[in-house]
Structures are given as C-alpha cells and as structure tokens.
C-alpha cells in the first residue's frame, strides 16, 4: 500500500531532516551559540563539554591553557560578559549567549594589550604555562574599582593564579606597570 506521503514534494527534505534529528539526538548534542572575541560562533556540544574544552578542542583556541582541571590554578581563566572565571568548571551548555573573551582577544589591531605589555616587559613569566590565566585575572582585576590598588591587595587578587615558576614579584610589578598606561578594554 502507497503511502500519500511519499508523493509529497518535501518528503525527501523531511527524511533529510529526521535523519539528521535522529544522528544528532543519538550523539547527544545540544545547539549552543557563543559570542568568542567579538566573533559568533554556533557549534553543538554534548550537556557535559567543559568549556575549556569546548574553547580548545572545537574552536582552536589553545591560548587558554588546562592546568590541575580542578578550579585550584587560574591557568584556564577567561572573562565571560566581562567577569573572570575558571573555565575549566564550567559547562558550556551554561553560556548560551554568552560574551566570551579568551587571551587571543585581548589584542587590538595587531596591539597587545597593555597588560600584556607589561608582562612582556617586567618579565613576568618563565614556562608562560600559566601566564594567559594571570594575564586574564590581571585585566579582570584591573578594571575591578572594589579591589585596591596597593600591592598586597593586588596580590589577594591574583591568589587564585599559581605559578609553578614563582614569577609572582614580576607579575605583581607588570600588573601596577600596567595599572598607570588606562586602557579598559
Ligand atoms: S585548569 Fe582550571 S583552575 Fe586549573
Ligand atoms: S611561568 Fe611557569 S608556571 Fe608560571
């Protein structure tokens, strides 16, 4: 027996379609969009990808390293909608619309960003395993007018930013070098 819907001039488009629905739901994904640096990317991630590794693994952006994976190091910060976090604790299904900026969108036209700068010049690193996390903490504390601008507060800032190097005193002077050039970006 014929079935009327085989005749329709979309039967071939819906079969697409549910084909698709059935590989996707099988694999488990979920549709997510994210603005990354200024850029929307729509991607499809399973309910439990991190969003480190959302970041690394699907978008390419190794920038934003993976240190203890336990929310104890800060090498994996980055700022969502402006605010500091450990990325490697975080869901990605969670950031839907989300702003996202990871160190490789700290730069403008080709320019680092002056925190950058600083760390470039004091010296602020030695392996550099953890430097894009300091650099995103420091940004983030930079702009942040509840934390002062002594250096022990500064210090209590970055706390949650290790360094295995021990480059703490040069970060510490490549932050307040940084603190006197103003850009808030
Ligand atoms: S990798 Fe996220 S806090 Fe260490
Ligand atoms: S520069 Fe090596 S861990 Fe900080």
Redesign the pocket.
Known sequence: MTNPRDNHPHAGLLADSLANSSVEAAAGTRALQLIVNGVERRLRVTPNAVLLDVLRDQLGLTGTK???????????TLHVNGVAI?S??SLAIMHDGDEITTVEGLERNGELHPVQEAFWEHDAYQCGYCTAGQVMSAVAILKDVRIGSDDASVREAMSGNICRCGAYKNIVAAIQSARKTGRAD
């Open positions: 993976k240190g203890c994976d336990h929310g104890q190091c800060g090498a994996c450990n490697c604790l």
